[in-house]
């Protein structure tokens, strides 16, 4: 009962990094139509760049071949003060970064020029793939071949409440994601921005009739999009380091938690991204530590064979 | 011409009902298509004609009815089934294979009603059907435009070979969405001319949706008049032409 | 975010697609329509000179050659006349001939002279191109992408090799004693093992339309490599297993030296393109083509574009599977690492750069993530950031890839000569 407890837990929070990076996979896909196989190595890179940008012992320096500041480490040292202050000032420098890069770079550069509406989607398919190469070589030959440890935000306490071992990082992650998440719906549903673009991933034909500037609003679901995957980096490093080949996994994890749980929902993908965390633990727990991705990647293909619009998700005539 | 048409029905279309959301597009249709007949669908526009097509040929699932073809259901069947047992059809919006050749159109359209697929690998790329849709390109009098590719046609052209696409194969019934939609004038009697003698010569039967009231009236035997999505009287032409209610559909629309 | 979101596109669950309406185009992005369906000349004469050009480079590798550097000439004096001589005429049927012979001739009279490293990277170009013909089949015909042909690759070369050992293996639990069959016939078990392993995956996910194959082949490629890894019992785990190549022949052909093994890839090449070629040039290239071109239409006149597209991943997987048989031998060493992701983006850069739906685009495509790689090895791994970085430009400036920009290239310059 106690390891039960205890690999549901972690489970959970597994499940809900994988349920906020789902989240922003099904959002491009709302709103742009825009699938994106290189949505894990979006999960990578801004890992790579808050620790590039600010642990306190900064492992990650510029590249040397670029002029002038090669080779020089850029990392933003404070003294501990309890708190990881490096790697949240990291952090807080790697947001923009990362909107600008993930979200409206790849929006203007290889969204926009590759999806037409009503089109086919596997020219963007093809690029992404070619998208997610490049950043993972980039990595690898740019900036570091191992994996680096990353730290946690929230240390690596235990508490063992009636002999269920349960780490801080579990639980910050939870408590952050609940709060990600929430914010998120927040924003959806009880502001105004939020609801035009809410507006827009519904119909935007409509959206543009009553004057919601619609390209704006897809613009603003990159940015999120970018914010999520940013926080999601943060949080799934210590787990797994920082490594240059995270994406392969990540991403393919966090599409099987959007379309497990149904990519037409923001509610899907979140269900689907805690079902995939807590059925990986139990897969490592239970069947075998070797086949801890096994779980998902089966439930993915049974939930395909049955169930193509997600456990959550609704069967819908196409809007044509 | 006379207009002489056994009883035997092939098509029956019996509470065909779709919605869209709040929308009842298509409301508990049903009717029979007969043997060697020309069905004309008249109806104002958005009463949901296209809508009834989709759900006859399975584009859509229908949230209710059914369609039998010589007596088979076919309702669960895919579009390709059905099409491969004789339910042939083009869509309102001219559809067609643009990158390939005229000919190449006519054969595709024809080639998946002959031998079985795993024959047809070992088949030679014309299957023998260039006689057969060399005969239509003919009677369509598009013999020296076979070659061309069929995005390169004019869009009345086009629209001729998407119809012709539908007859190829000889098909039980044949439903045709606007066959003569923003066909210019000249084109027009053409259009009339090939679909009439299809029918009279070949003895094809058709379905077809059509808004251009001359045209449908000179060649139906029977019309079906819809309105929001309910079939409001079904008849033969002079029927229609002259019911009240249909005139107030049509004007009182307006 | 929304509860109500309609999906947007080509997401009907239903798959329903009804093609009435003026915003539902249907049209297939025109990426694969440089469809030649025919092995055009100037491309294979193209894709030799490439590979003649890689021969000759002297990077690293033992140098220059009199023989290359005369069929060097004479394929650049071939392109030049292809690119002046119309297809269609009778002439331009007999420069194809030509052309086609010439490049079959090199090939087979390749290995003169060469040594046994370079003849490693050509046997390696022969058995990945048609890994690569096979997935162009997938991707550029059928319109799908497959992210497993690597692991279809593995599962052909574990086949082919635990077919052809003899031994005892456990899996689960339950000890099989296997036998040991001769080589060549585990290749034709490794392909029909790929295809019906494709269309058990692929059945569920073409089921409606969108990127879900590529979905459901990514998930795959991983469950493949974690039994790959972790099934010891039957695969011996990331030890790997040693080939040998010392004690098999085929028709009394001692298959150790290098060279001798380079023909059973080249001719596997040549089997694969055959293949391609006979189902592209039948009524199922038309089909295969007309659903490319507009799906709804092609369904609606009888073509199951299901069964088609489903088809036509199969025969790409099988291809796979065959070339996983070669691979295993000419490797002599087979790890669960060798069939990962990583090598099928290999594929798929190979596939794309060639140009899809092109019968010369595969050749290109292989000889540069063989040839071409190896020749970039000194960059460290840098030449993959590059690749990377070429798909994107690619997919925005020539969808149709390398294949198909000189075929537009050629279109260009007949109609300067024409006019
Ligand atoms: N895919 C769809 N989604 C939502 N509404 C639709 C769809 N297709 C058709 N409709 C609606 O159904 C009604 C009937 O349309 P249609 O069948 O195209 O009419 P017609 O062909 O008679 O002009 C219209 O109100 C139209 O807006
Ligand atoms: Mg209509």
């Given at each position: 009962?106690?390891?039960?407890?205890?690999?549901?837990?972690?489970?959970?929070?597994?499940?809900?990094?994988?349920?906020?990076?789902?989240?922003?996979?099904?959002?491009?896909?709302?709103?742009?139509?825009?699938?994106?196989?290189?949505?894990?190595?979006?999960?990578?890179?801004?890992?790579?760049?808050?620790?590039?940008?600010?642990?306190?012992?900064?492992?990650?320096?510029?590249?040397?071949?670029?002029?002038?500041?090669?080779?020089?480490?850029?990392?933003?040292?404070?003294?501990?003060?309890?708190?990881?202050?490096?790697?949240?000032?990291?952090?807080?420098?790697?947001?923009?970064?990362?909107?600008?890069?993930?979200?409206?770079?790849?929006?203007?550069?290889?969204?926009?020029?590759?999806?037409?509406?009503?089109?086919?989607?596997?020219?963007?398919?093809?690029?992404?793939?070619?998208?997610?190469?490049?950043?993972?070589?980039?990595?690898?030959?740019?900036?570091?071949?191992?994996?680096?440890?990353?730290?946690?935000?929230?240390?690596?306490?235990?508490?063992?409440?009636?002999?269920?071992?349960?780490?801080?990082?579990?639980?910050?992650?939870?408590?952050?994601?609940?709060?990600?998440?929430?914010?998120?719906?927040?924003?959806?549903?009880?502001?105004?921005?939020?609801?035009?673009?809410?507006?827009?991933?519904?119909?935007?034909?409509?959206?543009?009739?009553?004057g919601i500037p619609v390209n704006r609003m897809v613009l603003l679901t990159f940015a999120i999009n970018a914010v999520l995957v940013t926080i999601a980096g943060l949080l799934v490093s210590p787990a797994i380091n920082a490594r240059w080949d995270a994406g392969i996994n990540l991403g393919l994890l966090a599409f099987t938690a959007a379309i497990i749980g149904g990519f037409n929902q923001v509610r899907g993908a979140l269900y689907g991204g805690f079902l995939v965390g807590v059925i990986q633990n139990w897969s490592g727990a239970y069947l075998s530590t070797l086949y801890r991705d096994a779980g998902p990647l089966l439930l993915l293909i049974l939930v395909i064979l049955v169930r193509p619009q997600g456990l959550f998700g609704r069967a819908e005539e196409r809007r044509i | 011409m006379t207009k002489t048409v056994d009883n035997e029905p092939v098509v029956r279309v019996r509470n065909i009902s779709k919605r869209f959301g709040g929308n009842q597009a298509v409301d508990d249709v049903s009717f029979d298509v007969t043997k060697g007949e020309i069905l004309g669908v008249i109806g104002p526009?958005?009463?949901?004609?296209?809508?009834?097509?989709?759900?006859?040929?399975?584009?859509?699932?229908?949230?209710?009815?059914?369609?039998?073809?010589?007596?088979?259901?076919?309702?669960?069947?895919?579009?390709?089934?059905?099409?491969?047992?004789?339910?042939?059809?083009?869509?309102?919006?001219?559809?067609?294979?643009?990158?390939?050749?005229?000919?190449?159109?006519?054969?595709?359209?024809?080639?998946?009603?002959?031998?079985?697929?795993?024959?047809?690998?070992?088949?030679?790329?014309?299957?023998?059907?260039?006689?057969?849709?060399?005969?239509?390109?003919?009677?369509?009098?598009?013999?020296?435009?076979?070659?061309?590719?069929?995005?390169?046609?004019?869009?009345?052209?086009?629209?001729?070979?998407?119809?012709?696409?539908?007859?190829?194969?000889?098909?039980?019934?044949?439903?045709?969405?606007?066959?003569?939609?923003?066909?210019?004038?000249?084109?027009?009697?053409?259009?009339?001319?090939?679909?009439?003698?299809?029918?009279?010569?070949?003895?094809?039967?058709?379905?077809?949706?059509?808004?251009?009231?001359?045209?449908?009236?000179?060649?139906?035997?029977?019309?079906?008049?819809?309105?929001?999505?309910?079939?409001?009287?079904?008849?033969?032409?002079?029927?229609?032409?002259?019911?009240?209610?249909?005139?107030?559909?049509?004007?009182?629309?307006? | 975010m929304a509860e109500s979101v309609n999906v947007p596109q080509s997401k009907a669950a239903d798959g329903s697609d009804a093609l009435d309406q003026p915003d539902f185009e249907n049209r297939r992005d025109k990426i694969a329509i440089v469809d030649r369906g025919r092995l055009s000349p100037s491309l294979i004469a193209l894709v030799s000179m490439l590979g003649a050009a890689v021969a000759v480079m002297p990077v690293g590798r033992a140098g220059f050659d009199g023989v290359i550097g005369l069929w060097f000439l004479s394929v650049l004096l071939l392109v030049g006349v292809n690119v002046a001589v119309p297809l269609d005429t009778r002439n331009g049927q007999m420069v194809r001939w030509i052309s086609t012979a010439t490049f079959v001739a090199f090939m087979m009279l390749f290995p003169i002279g060469k040594s046994g490293a370079t003849m490693t990277d050509f046997g390696l170009f022969a058995i990945f191109g048609a890994v690569v013909v096979g997935m162009n089949l997938t991707q550029g015909f059928a319109g799908q992408v497959s992210l497993a042909p690597a692991a279809f690759l593995g599962i052909g070369s574990y086949t082919s090799v635990l077919l052809d050992m003899g031994e005892e293996v456990t899996v689960a639990g339950v000890t099989v004693d296997l036998p040991d069959l001769p080589f060549l016939a585990t290749i034709p078990i490794a392909?029909?093992?790929?295809?019906?392993?494709?269309?058990?995956?692929?059945?569920?996910?073409?089921?409606?339309?969108?990127?879900?194959?590529?979905f459901v082949t990514l998930a795959f490629s991983l469950l493949v490599f974690l039994v790959l890894n972790n099934e010891d019992g039957l695969t011996r785990g990331s030890r790997g297993i040693r080939v040998l190549r010392n004690d098999f022949e085929i028709f009394g052909i001692d298959m150790l030296p290098t060279h001798n093994f380079y023909y059973a890839g080249l001719f596997y090449l040549f089997f694969s393109l055959t293949v391609v070629w006979w189902i592209v040039r039948s009524p199922w290239g038309r089909a295969l083509k007309a659903i490319r071109d507009n799906s709804g239409r092609a369904s609606s006149l009888g073509v199951d574009v299901r069964n088609y597209t489903l088809l036509g991943f199969a025969v790409g997987s099988g291809l796979a599977g065959g070339a996983g048989a070669l691979y295993a031998r000419q490797v002599e060493y087979i790890e669960p690492r060798s069939y990962f992701v990583n090598q099928t983006i290999d594929f798929f850069l190979a596939t794309v750069a060639g140009g899809l739906g092109t019968l010369a685009g595969p050749l290109i495509g292989g000889s540069l993530i063989t040839l071409v790689a190896d020749y970039l090895r000194f960059t460290g791994d840098w030449y993959r950031v590059w690749f990377g970085l070429f798909v994107m430009v690619m997919m925005v400036v020539a969808p149709e890839g390398l294949a198909g920009s000189f075929n537009r290239f050629r279109a260009w310059v007949q109609k300067r000569v024409d006019s």
């Open positions: 009962m106690e390891q039960f407890l205890q690999v549901t837990i972690s489970g959970l929070a597994t499940g809900a990094i994988f349920a906020i990076s789902a989240v922003g996979f099904a959002l491009l896909w709302q709103t742009a139509g825009a699938v994106n196989f290189a949505h894990g190595e979006f999960i990578m890179v801004p890992a790579v760049l808050i620790l590039a940008l600010g642990t306190q012992e900064p492992t990650v320096g510029i590249p040397d071949f670029i002029p002038l500041i090669g080779g020089a480490n850029i990392g933003v040292a404070l003294p501990s003060a309890g708190l990881p202050w490096g790697l949240l000032i990291g952090f807080a420098l790697t947001i923009p970064i990362a909107i600008f890069l993930l979200g409206y770079l790849f929006k203007v550069s290889l969204v926009d020029r590759l999806l037409q509406p009503g089109g086919d989607d596997i020219p963007l398919v093809i690029a992404t793939i070619g998208l997610g190469l490049f950043l993972r070589e980039y990595v690898h030959e740019a900036w570091f071949a191992t994996p680096q440890p990353f730290p946690s935000v929230f240390g690596n306490g235990f508490w063992r409440p009636g002999g269920v071992a349960i780490s801080a990082d579990d639980i910050g992650i939870i408590v952050a994601c609940t709060i990600v998440i929430g914010a998120l719906q927040f924003f959806i549903k009880r502001t105004y921005l939020g609801r035009q673009m809410e507006a827009a991933a519904q119909n935007a034909e409509t959206a543009r009739v009553l | 526009n958005g009463c949901g004609k296209s809508t009834l097509f989709n759900c006859l040929l399975g584009q859509y699932r229908p949230d209710n009815g059914s369609i039998e073809l010589d007596g088979i259901d076919v309702s669960d069947w895919s579009p390709p089934r059905r099409a491969k047992h004789g339910l042939a059809r083009t869509f309102q919006l001219l559809q067609i294979f643009e990158t390939m050749s005229v000919r190449d159109n006519l054969k595709t359209a024809a080639q998946e009603h002959i031998g079985s697929a795993a024959r047809r690998l070992f088949m030679r790329p014309d299957m023998g059907l260039d006689g057969e849709v060399d005969d239509l390109i003919e009677r369509f009098r598009m013999a020296h435009l076979a070659d061309e590719l069929a995005g390169n046609l004019s869009y009345g052209q086009q629209k001729l070979l998407d119809t012709a696409m539908a007859l190829v194969s000889k098909p039980a019934v044949a439903f045709l969405d606007e066959p003569a939609g923003g066909v210019n004038l000249t084109m027009l009697a053409d259009v009339e001319q090939q679909i009439r003698d299809l029918n009279v010569h070949d003895g094809a039967t058709m379905v077809i949706v059509e808004h251009n009231m001359e045209f449908i009236f000179a060649l139906a035997h029977r019309i079906v008049v819809m309105a929001e999505g309910r079939v409001l009287m079904e008849g033969t032409p002079d029927e229609v032409r002259n019911d009240p209610r249909v005139v107030e559909v049509y004007l009182g629309g307006h | 392909i029909v093992v790929c295809m019906l392993l494709s269309v058990l995956i692929g059945f569920p996910a073409l089921r409606v339309r969108g990127p879900w194959l590529a």
